[in-house]
């Protein structure tokens, strides 16, 4: 018997459903984000479109292919929510007992000593909804809290971000550099976490010299090896020991360099948005680059 | 192709065929087949989002995502007050900027009364309306406001702790709860008229 109608009827329909639902779909909800207001900052637009020089660094990143090794995205598996206790007022005992009428888990045995050492976390990983009835508890007995949102995860652990990557962080991106493979560590937010121009230059040059552990190549043709002629370049890297230049020589970095460590910079993933809700005040403090499991 | 040289084997040949064909799914495999989809819809349900481009994982709905969001300097009814004072209920006299307009409608910027220690004057004020002269700030202002009881113990509390509290126009007073204004529209149920400057000053602030 012949099925070829069928066959091309049921392939048809089964390759443009899933156009339907993997493209078309997407594209006409995601496709078109713009500059979204920041929700604690409501006066700071997010994202910021890159300058001139960083957006030559974008070329850069992508010819040398640096997105082989490092990826630009943030993983989250939860969210915590906790309750801060920054001002107890004038009636402590009221305040405990507010919160132990609440029923949110402070309890006669777990309340002592809630109120030594503010600002002081009261109530760690909650609902939100029992979050904000401790709040408005300590409120109505004449105290002070705070709501603190905080994203956990792998990669929030290790200090490479503050909160999962959304499609608004890639909206001046083209093309997006996600990135697969992290030989090295997600650059999402590295001009937060490494904000030192110099530094990144350095590391560029030679990566050992900043991160010994680091496996990362050098990237010395970005730079330029010259003679001194009178006064040394205020760019010349302060290099010592195996990696220092000649006598008479110094290190200086190309247009490409300061371009790339311009992009650099410019990765910023942070600002709390609609569809990545977070507290600044309860954000991890940035730490510096590191590529080692989280603990 | 040749015809079949003994046509009665062929029939029989179609008739086992056909009876392969058109043996039944058993009731079970139906019934499975549902139990899944139900499960896959339920699953669905709670976990997709409904396709929101504003739900990532972790998290499961617009609902968890919406109650995650901050509320500025954490005081729901000074948020909830601001958004009732600008419906507008008191914004459209008393204006945005709390100053209120000059010779006809008072300010509530460093108000004595709004400061007042105790709310009581407050309540009956937004409760009920206020009818002819009175003395803000050494003006004299004789106009009406109209009573706002329409709205709950909640809001009207809200909408006065947004005032009392409001550090950008000066005012420094406590903070008021819907339980507040409860005992004060129990006391005042049968003055059904604005109150006056004068009826007011008569009551002690702290009823």
């Known amino acids: ?61 992508r010819a040398n292919g640096c997105v082989y090794c490092h990826s630009q995205q943030i993983g989250q598996s939860g969210t915590e929510v906790n309750v801060v206790l920054s001002e107890i007022g004038t009636n402590p005992v009221a305040v405990v007992e507010a919160l132990i009428n609440a029923k949110v888990g402070v309890t006669n045995a777990n309340a002592t000593g809630l ?38 995860g792998v990669d929030i ?63 010395k043709f970005l730079f330029e090896q010259r003679k001194i002629n009178g006064q040394p370049s205020p760019d010349a890297l302060p290099l010592e020991g195996d990696y220092a230049p000649p006598a008479g020589y110094e290190v200086v970095p190309r247009a490409e360099a300061k371009a790339l460590v311009a992009y650099l910079l410019s990765l910023h993933a942070g600002a709390p948005l609609y569809e990545a809700p977070l507290s600044v005040a309860s954000a991890p403090a940035a730490t510096a680059a590191t590529n080692s499991p989280a603990k | 192709m040749s015809s079949p040289a003994n046509p009665t084997e062929t029939t029989a040949a179609d008739s086992r065929e056909s009876q392969a064909r058109g043996a039944a799914v058993p009731i ?35 609902e968890e995502v919406q109650g995650l969001q901050p509320v500025s300097g954490g005081n729901e009814m000074f948020e909830l007050g601001k958004a009732v004072y600008n419906r507008p209920t008191c914004a459209a ?9 000059p010779g006809q409608f008072p300010p509530l910027t460093g108000s004595e009364w709004v400061n007042e220690e ?32 329409s709205l709950s ?28 204004v409860k005992a004060v529209r129990e006391k005042i149920k049968d003055h059904p008229l604005a ?12 009823e």
Request: with cysteine; proline share 6%; charged share 15%.
């Open chain 1, 157 to 219: 652990e290790r200090g490479w971000g503050k909160r999962h990557s959304v499609a608004q962080d890639y909206i001046y991106d083209h093309p997006v550099m996600l990135g697969s493979q992290r030989i090295g560590p997600d650059l999402a937010n590295v001009g937060v976490r490494l904000p030192d121009a110099k530094w990144q230059l350095l590391h560029l040059y030679a990566p050992r010299t900043v991160v010994p552990e680091s496996i990362m190549p050098s990237y």
């Open chain 2, 195 to 206: 109150f006056t400057a004068e009826e007011l000053l008569k009551i002690s602030p702290e």
């Open chain 1, 115 to 152: 109120s030594a050492g503010l600002p002081k976390t009261i109530l760690r990983n909650v609902s939100i909804g029992n979050a904000k009835k401790a709040s408005k508890a300590v409120r109505d007995a004449g105290a002070e809290s705070r709501v603190d949102v905080v994203p956990v």
């Open chain 1, 1 to 61: 018997m012949n099925y070829g109608a069928l066959i091309f009827l049921a392939a048809f329909i089964g390759i443009s459903a899933s156009w339907f639902g993997f493209v078309l779909t997407p594209q006409i909800q995601i496709g078109r984000e713009t500059q979204a207001t920041n929700t604690v900052n409501t006066a700071e637009l997010y994202p910021i479109a890159r300058p001139g020089q960083a957006n030559e660094g974008a070329e850069v990143y």
């Open chain 2, 28 to 62: 079970w495999l139906i019934v499975f087949m549902f139990l899944i989809l139900y499960w896959g819809a339920l699953y669905f349900d709670s976990n997709g989002g409904w396709f929101s481009a504003k739900v990532y994982a972790p998290y499961h709905s617009v």
């Open chain 2, 93 to 101: 006299c008393h204006q945005a900027s709390g100053k209120g307009t």
């Open chain 2, 153 to 180: 113990d909640e809001e009207i509390a809200a909408v006065i702790t947004y005032v009392r509290q409001n550090k950008e126009w000066g005012n420094h007073a406590s903070a008021v709860t819907p339980a507040q």
């Open chain 2, 118 to 149: 105790h709310p009581g004057r407050v309540i009956r004020i937004v409760l009920n309306g206020l009818q002819g002269p009175i003395t803000v700030e050494g003006q004299t202002y004789n106009n009406a406001m109209v009573p706002w009881n």
